[in-house]
């Protein structure tokens, strides 16, 4: 399963749409508001993976606010970075940690 609003579907494109949608990595892209604008298929099968389906899918689909999905004092770090981003034209890359109670996790997020 793969969400990409029409607008945005352009945008998208320049990166490779098919080459997004066949990796494992989780990918969204975002309007300049914050509003997710397109989720890929890794998306959907991480949060199935890992019991957030279907209240991902239901709350946080096309047009939903990523910031507020976000623990509040991490809001203003992922404003700032993706607003820096957008300004300066280059990609923001960022490693965190996001292990489960039995599996760590550490990823690259740009």
């Not at 998208?12 to 298929?41: H, K, N, P, Q």
């Not at 623990?71 to 489960?100: I, M, N, Q, V």
């Amino acid at each position: 399963m793969t969400l990409c609003d029409t607008g945005f579907e352009p945008l998208v494109c320049r990166f490779g749409l098919e080459e997004l949608e066949a990796s494992s990595s989780i990918t969204y892209g975002l309007w300049a508001d914050f509003r997710l604008a397109y989720l890929s298929r890794a998306w959907f099968e991480f949060a199935a993976a890992n019991g957030g389906e279907p209240e991902i899918s239901e709350q946080w689909g096309l047009g939903s606010d990523l910031l507020a999905a976000l623990a509040a004092p991490l809001r203003e770090f992922y404003r700032t970075a993706y607003l820096g981003a957008l300004a300066s034209g280059k990609p923001w890359e960022h490693d965190f940690e996001c292990s489960s109670a039995i599996l760590y996790r550490k990823y690259r997020q740009t």
